[in-house]
Structures are given as C-alpha cells and as structure tokens.
C-alpha cells in the first residue's frame, strides 16, 4: 500500500478510494498549541458508501434540471432546536473536560443574515495511548483509506449515533428496531441527505452525533501518503462504520500549514496552499469529487481565529487567555479548500470615509437583468445564495480585513477603500457572489505568492498594501475572481489548473477596470498594455520551463480518469519549481482573450454568465467550458472554432499556441506601449550622453508613467546591456523607484543587480526580506553574476529568513546559493 515519491520530483498521489465511500461532512474539534507547534483533537467523519451517493446526487441533478421541480429552490426554514438530554462521558488517560450530548453549550447555528455568533462548546473527546493492530487481518475487509501525511493517528473508533436522543426518527425500516451497523448507517444515510433547507437542524445534528461515545475501535494503520481504516468482519463499504471519530495530532513540521510569526513578531499559523493540501492538517479525501461540507471547533491563546466558514465568528472566552471559535459551511467542497489561520491580528476599520474613495454604490442596471433572477440550479441540493432573490442583488457582501496592528495604516491607505468597489465591480459582471461574506488576512511576510482564495476568506502578502493602489486593486480582484472560478466552479482534474488560473487572469483585468469605473477606451487601452506584459513572461516561460509542464492539458484523452477506487496522481504535484510557474496563468488567459476578441465582449460575457449560471456548485473539465460555449455562439462567430483544434493548438502542446504566434507581440502596438517606448528612447539617450555636457543642449523631459508602464520600461531597459551608474540614479529619482509598488520594485532589483548598481544593494536586500512572494528569482539573479559581493548579499538573506521561509522557496533558493 505504501508508495515511495520522492517529494521532490514525482506526481502527487490522491490516494482516497472515493469511488467506494464518500464523506460528507467533517466535525473538527480542535486545540491550537504554539509553544509545542502542535494541533491536536478529533476529527468525525460522516460518509456515504459511493453506490448509494451515486444514485441519490444523479436524481438530484436530473430533479434539478426541470424548471418545474419545486424541491430545488430553497428557503429559509425557522431555526430546529434539539432536545438537551442527560451528560454523558467516557474516561481518557489525557485531562479534558467531560462533555454532553447537545449540552447546553452546544453550538448555535441560528442564521443572523450569514453571520452568526458562536457559542461556548465544551469539548471532551481525546485519546488514550492505544496502539494499533496493524497486521493483515483479511483481505475480505472494506479499507477505507484517506490522504494523510505528517500526522500522528492516535486512536480510531466508530461513533454510536444511535445514543443520540431524537434520531432514531431516521430510520424509517420498521424492521430496523436493534441497535446494529445497519440501524446506525441508516441514521447517518438520512442525516446527510436531509434536504436543504433544513440545514440548520442538520448541523445541530452532527454537533450532537460527533459528541456521542464510542462503540468499538476500528482498526488503522498508516504509510506515507494515508490512512487505512477496516472493522473486522465489514466486507464492503455499505457495511463499514457510516460514522467515525479520529484523535490524531499534527506535526510541526507538517507541509499543510505554516508556524511563524507575524508582522509585529506574534505567533500565528496558517494553511499556505501546500501542494500537499490539507493532508497534513486531517485526515481527509483530497480528490475533488469528495465534495463535502464541514463545521470545526477551535480553540487557542490567540486574537482570532479565520476558518473558511459562513459564519463570522465571534471568540468564546473558555478561561484566561484562551478562546473559542466555531465556524461551519454548507455548501459542499474540495476537502483541499478548506482553510484555517490563527493569530494576534485586529481587525482594521477606516477612520474616516472619503467622497474620492472607489467604493460608490452602483444602481441596478436592467441590462444586468439577465443573470438577476432565481432559477433552477444543477448541483447537488444546498442552500445556494443563486436561488436567494435577495443574495443575487447583493454587490457587496459583509467583509473584515485582518492583519497585524503594524500594517494598520498600510490597510487604511489602501485596501480598506478597495474592497467595496472591487466586489461591486466582479457583481456587475458575473452576477451572484457566490459565497455570504469575505475575510481578508494579511499574512506574514514568508506566505510564497501574492494571495491565495479559499471559500470566505482571502490571503493576501503584505507586498500588494505599497506603492498606491495598482498591485493591490489588481491582485484583490483576482481573488475575488477564484469565488467564481476555482471555488464555486472548480477542476474535476487538478491537472487543469488553467480553469482557476486563467479565468481568474482574464478577470482581473475586467473586474479592475469596472472598479476604477474606467470609460471602455481606456479600459481596453489598459487591458491591452497588461497583455504586452503578460506576452512577455509567457516568452521568458516558454524558454525557461521543461516542455512537459508548459501543457495545460497533460494527461490529454485520461483527463479526469481515476482508478477503479477513485485514487490518481497529479502529474508535477511535488515539483517545488511548480509553485513559480505562470504557465497555468498566462496560456489560459491568452485563451481565453483569444476567445473574447473573436466573440466580442457582449456575446462572452453574456455566455459566461449563463455558464456560471449553470455549472456553479460542480466540477468540471475543460470539455465542459469549451462545448457549452460553441454551442452558444452564433454560427458566423465560430469561424472554424472546435473543441479538437482549442485542445490541439492551446491544451494539449507545448510552447506558444499557434494562434497566438500569429497575432506576433500581444498587445505591443497600444498606445500606452508606444508611449513607454518613446521614453526607453530618451533613457537610451541620457545614458549615452558624456558626464559634462555643452549648456545649450536640451533636457529630456520625462512623461509621468502608470505601474504597469513603469514595469514595462524597466523590462526593456534591462534589455540595454550597460546602463550607467548616473542612468540609474537618475531612474530612481525620476520615478521614485524605492517607493512604488513591489512588481515596479522587483524589475528595479534586477537592473541594479544585473548593472551591478552598489549605491541600491540595500533596496534588494529589504525586497528579498519584506518581499518574499516575489523575490526567489532575485536569489537566481544575483548568483548567476559571480559577482562575490553579490553572493554574499543573496547568502546573507538567506540566512536570515530560511528558518521562516515557507519550504518549497528555501528548498529552490537553497539549490541555487549551495
């Protein structure tokens, strides 16, 4: 069972057999530890062998898709509450509190517009120091087998619903009257196809169930990527434990999340997007069929605690210096999106607010009519905000930032007044926001990309809150983009990465232009120079990366295809180099600007309403975005467009798509191109010139430069094989280098590394420590010179920010500098 990668150079095992069994919804109970850098507690799983979920989701889809069917749009039902019932505990080796079955402190989940307080839960579930029998006890037993990695499994045992007091109303076989696997598989079965609008009562539900006590210890044994759990005597999954409870404990030096500190030298940690997912945080199934809901309990010495969750919640004080969160989410997910961070943030406020700000109110426009309506949805049955009248009208949903009390005036400036407009701006373009409300934490200086969207909340690094609004107007709306596009819709294959990757891209650019509420010309005119930008990187990927990993669509005609038990590999899931590549990024959304310029805007963005209309709340392949949209254009658009030649020229090969080889340098004949040009002329100029001058010669007069053009100019000045030291002091006092923006500041760093520009090593020292997302390649740069001073810069960072530098970057970086 145990299958040996080396992590860093093979694919990714997915090695849950979700073709057998499915879980469905996670209880998590958990204790946060700083000074051991442990997280440790219970996780409940509640699952559905796969025949049975299989049969119950296709009549749900096939209820769904006819517009009569009434089941399919969902109210608000009064609050459930369930009976209190007499304390019950069991003993533990370990000091914790005894706990009650839907006790009095149990948790409230009464709806108070999506945002919901919690309440005091009293947890008492741990483990005992049991060891495992881990021998071969048949191959006649159902294993049930889970992704898991860096994780202490402690104990194991099937929960006994059954001593739940109201439950046994779900089991309607009358026959089914003894307390037996049957009679408690039965009541998981109803409890997790209770329908939607009765979701209340069902979370109220699985609190009480994952506080019930044991009834028997479940056999386990792990290897390096799993989890195998059997009963003795279940042989298929129908007869394996519907309910089950894990005590397990993480480790330090798990890859699912990040120990550090923050900003003002606090401790924190957070999940950081590993390639190896949340394996490393709980036991799960990682593949993104097992689309499952979850509720956690958290506990921790700390000022909050975010959690993907639809509620915004509130901390319980449990006793000095410790409090408790709960959060819980019903709308079904990858396991892989499930996101957590705990620290000592505050939560920022604007002081004071501007009539100049962005945030404006935009009225309805009846154009927009089309995608401001309830329909049927096709996924399966939960409480979709797409059914919600009122949430399809929302444009800006309930939101908090969080970071660092050091960064306060950082958010003020600049992010704050952003995040209204940016979701107005994605609301008048795609429609419903998918989910009820948005936390955005910024995040400690190692966090190794620019932001990372999870359902409910966004990471952000502390690089996009400098240098004016561009970076951080441009990367918020990205990851107000994955709600839509990697979340709400999301790959069926992980190795179609460019479904998250390029839509969001493409969206960026749109949804930042409707925010700054740009007139079309000068949105177009924008939008046009970013793709001269983005022409450029895709040339330098192309010529840097293996071929084998510039496919969007690596496994070709076996896309989507998985093992008789639901297990697959990703193909360069482990490569740490992988995290850098922009490949995913750039061909996608040259895709689909392809697609969008040969459409026009009206015709794609009416069909992309329609699509996310359709497939919001599922999985899809390519195959699914590509026919939908041939299907819906008009005949003269399609010129000869087919699913065989996207796949062949943009999906399937290597290098630059043939289409885009055509159309020579993307977006270089703008106006604000030519323009950046002009001004590489007159730099040309002046760095020709002699040191003294004749007096009658006349100065260059230096336009003013918008980010994006700032990069541009730098990008081909380093084209230039020397530029003086005068140039160069000259640049930055013209454009106040040091000051702008942190991609405007990257391309400075390597025109002072590359020119060897001493008077600036100390802008690529703060770059390569504050900057940390963006500056692994600068590491690269300064090593490749063999300028010995320049090495004993790049060493010295290093030095001082390996030991919080997130794995994969020290892991490259180190293979560069040794």
């Known amino acids: 069972m145990d299958i040996q990668l080396d992590p860093a150079r093979d694919d990714l095992p997915l090695m849950a057999n979700t073709s057998h069994i499915l879980v469905k919804h996670y209880v998590l109970d958990l204790d946060v530890d700083f000074e051991s850098q442990v997280i440790e507690g219970t996780i409940v799983l509640f699952l559905e062998d796969g025949k049975r979920f299989k049969k119950q989701n296709s009549s749900v889809e096939e209820a769904c898709q006819s517009e009569s069917n009434k089941a399919c749009k969902f109210g608000m039902p009064e609050p459930c509450h369930i009976p209190v019932t007499n304390a019950r505990t069991f003993s533990s080796e370990m000091e914790y509190n005894d706990f009650a079955i839907c006790s009095k402190g149990e948790k409230d989940t009464s709806d108070k517009d999506g945002n919901h307080d919690n309440?005091?839960?009293?947890?008492?579930?741990?483990?005992?120091?049991?060891?495992?029998?881990t021998g071969n006890h048949g191959s006649e037993d159902f294993l049930l087998v889970l992704d898991c990695c860096d994780l202490s499994v402690l104990k194991v045992e099937e929960v006994d619903v059954a001593a739940v007091p109201g439950l046994e109303k779900f089991t309607r076989s009358p026959e089914l009257t003894v307390v037996s696997e049957e009679f408690r598989n039965q009541i998981v079965h109803e409890l997790v196809t209770l329908p939607a609008n009765r979701w209340r009562e069902q979370l109220d539900y699985?609190?009480?169930?994952?506080?019930?006590?044991?009834?028997?210890?479940?056999?386990?044994?792990?290897?390096?990527?799993?989890?195998?759990?059997?009963?003795?005597?279940?042989?298929?999954?129908?007869?394996?434990?519907?309910?089950?409870?894990?005590?397990?404990?993480?480790?330090?030096?798990?890859?699912?999340?990040?120990?550090?500190?923050?900003?003002?030298?606090?401790?924190?940690?957070?999940?950081?997007?590993?390639?190896?997912?949340?394996?490393?945080?709980?036991?799960?199934?990682?593949?993104?069929?097992?689309m499952s809901t979850w509720q956690a309990t958290v506990r921790a010495a700390a000022s909050f605690v975010l959690m993907s969750g639809e509620n915004s919640a509130k901390p319980t004080q449990l006793w000095e210096g410790c409090s408790s969160w709960y959060y819980y989410v019903t709308m079904p997910?990858?396991?892989?999106?499930?996101?957590?961070?705990?620290?000592?943030?505050?939560?920022?406020?604007?002081?004071?607010?501007?009539?100049?700000?962005?945030?404006?109110?935009?009225?309805?426009?009846?154009?927009?009519?089309?995608?401001?309506?309830?329909g049927v949805c096709s996924h399966m049955e939960y409480p979709c905000r797409f059914q919600n009248a009122s949430a399809t009208t929302q444009e800006i949903i309930p939101h908090r930032v969080f970071a660092p009390v050091c960064l306060t005036g950082a958010c003020q400036e600049t992010l704050l007044r952003l995040i209204p407009p940016c979701l107005s701006a994605a609301h008048s373009i795609l429609g419903t926001h998918p989910f009820s409300r948005l936390d955005v934490l910024i995040v400690p200086a190692n966090f190794p990309s620019l932001g990372m969207a999870s359902p409910h909340i966004v990471f952000l690094s502390q690089s996009i809150l400098t240098g004016g609004s561009h970076l951080c107007g441009t990367r918020l709306c990205h990851e107000i983009a994955h709600a839509w596009f990697g979340l709400a819709i999301g790959a069926r294959d992980w190795t179609e990465e460019w479904l998250s990757e390029g839509f969001a891209t493409h969206l960026e650019d749109v949804f930042w232009a409707a925010a700054q509420q740009l007139d079309p010309h000068e949105a177009r005119e924008q939008q046009e120079l970013r793709a001269c930008l983005r022409w450029r990187r895709l040339q330098d990927e192309m010529q840097c990366s293996p071929e084998e990993m510039q496919v969007l669509r690596p496994s070709k005609d076996k896309t989507g295809h998985t093992s008789d038990s639901g297990a697959s590999v990703?193909?360069?899931?482990?490569?740490?180099?992988?995290?850098?590549?922009?490949?995913?990024?750039?061909?996608?959304?040259?895709?689909?600007?392809?697609?969008?310029?040969?459409?026009?805007?009206?015709?794609?963005?009416?069909?992309?309403?329609?699509?996310?209309?359709?497939?919001?709340?599922?999985?899809?392949?390519?195959?699914?975005?590509?026919?939908?949209?041939?299907?819906?254009?008009?005949?003269?658009?399609?010129?000869?467009?087919?699913?065989?030649?996207?796949?062949?020229?943009?999906?399937?090969?290597?290098?630059?798509?043939?289409?885009?080889?055509?159309e020579r340098r993307a977006g270089a004949e703008c106006r604000l191109a030519r323009q950046v040009r002009a001004e590489v002329t007159k730099w040309i100029r002046v760095n020709r010139r002699p040191r003294k001058r004749k007096r009658r010669e006349k100065e260059d007069v230096f336009e003013k430069l918008l980010p994006d053009q700032l990069v541009l100019l730098l990008e081909h000045l380093l084209e230039q094989k020397t530029l003086s030291p005068r140039t160069l002091q000259s640049l930055q006092r013209t454009y106040h280098l040091q000051d702008q923006d942190a991609e405007v500041r990257h391309r400075w760093c390597e025109l002072i590394v590359k020119h060897k520009f001493t008077k600036a090593y100390k802008s690529v020292e703060r770059f390569l420590q504050e900057d940390q997302a963006m500056g692994v390649y600068l590491y690269g740069e300064l090593m490749v010179s063999e300028d010995a001073r320049q090495q004993q810069l790049a060493r010295r960072c290093f030095e001082r920010t390996k030991e919080q530098m997130d794995r994969s970057s020290a892991q490259v970086v180190a293979e560069m500098l040794f």
């Open 119 to 133: 309440q005091e839960h009293a947890s008492g579930i741990s483990s005992s120091k049991y060891c495992c029998d």
């Open 206 to 290: 699985y609190a009480c169930c994952s506080q019930a006590p044991g009834c028997g210890e479940l056999l386990f044994d792990t290897d390096t990527w799993s989890l195998q759990i059997r009963k003795t005597g279940a042989q298929t999954a129908t007869d394996f434990p519907h309910a089950i409870r894990i005590w397990y404990k993480t480790k330090p030096e798990g890859r699912s999340v990040t120990w550090t500190s923050d900003q003002s030298g606090r401790p924190c940690v957070y999940t950081v997007g590993s390639p190896i997912n949340n394996r490393a945080l709980f036991p799960c199934q990682e593949p993104p069929v097992a």
């Open 333 to 374: 997910m990858p396991a892989s999106t499930f996101t957590i961070a705990v620290g000592y943030w505050t939560e920022m406020k604007m002081e004071t607010c501007s009539s100049n700000d962005l945030a404006t109110e935009r009225p309805f426009s009846p154009s927009e009519a089309d995608f401001r309506h309830v």
């Open 570 to 662: 990703i193909k360069h899931g482990l490569n740490p180099e992988k995290i850098f590549m922009q490949v995913h990024y750039l061909k996608g959304y040259f895709l689909l600007r392809f697609l969008t310029k040969r459409l026009g805007d009206e015709t794609y963005f009416s069909f992309l309403r329609k699509f996310v209309h359709t497939f919001h709340g599922q999985l899809i392949l390519s195959q699914d975005f590509l026919q939908m949209l041939l299907e819906n254009i008009p005949e003269e658009k399609r010129l000869e467009l087919s699913v065989e030649n996207i796949y062949q020229d943009w999906l399937e090969s290597s290098g630059i798509p043939k289409p885009l080889q055509r």
